[in-house]
């Protein structure tokens, strides 16, 4: 398929990316009260500007290149690694790890080979 084929899907799973990185950053908060972490204020603040920048970026520009691919890609392994810190020592946290191939899965909506590596 040509790239002029896939910018419609590319550019409807960049805008459904976005809106799973904001419920990611609701999740987070919730998870860190349940949790009673103290950290929940920061990981939930680093969470709302891994979710600001991409957000801006993909609702301005007309097209979703491959640097925005690669950035969603890699803003979305990002959220993993803040629930697994927030789960630290919980009995789920080794369920949580099953979360980065959620989010591997998540990003084929891309279409970009590209952005599943980084």
Known sequence: MSDAALFPIRRA???LLVGAFAANCIALGLVGVMTGKI?????????????????LWVMRSAEVDAAQRTALALTAVCFPGLFLYLMNGHLWQMDM???????LAGLTVLCDRRALIA
């Open 13 to 15: 799973g960049a805008r």
């Open 39 to 55: 950290e929940t204020f920061s990981v939930v603040a680093i969470a709302l500007v891994l979710t600001v920048v991409p957000t």
């Open 97 to 103: 790890h099953m979360y980065f191939f959620a989010m």
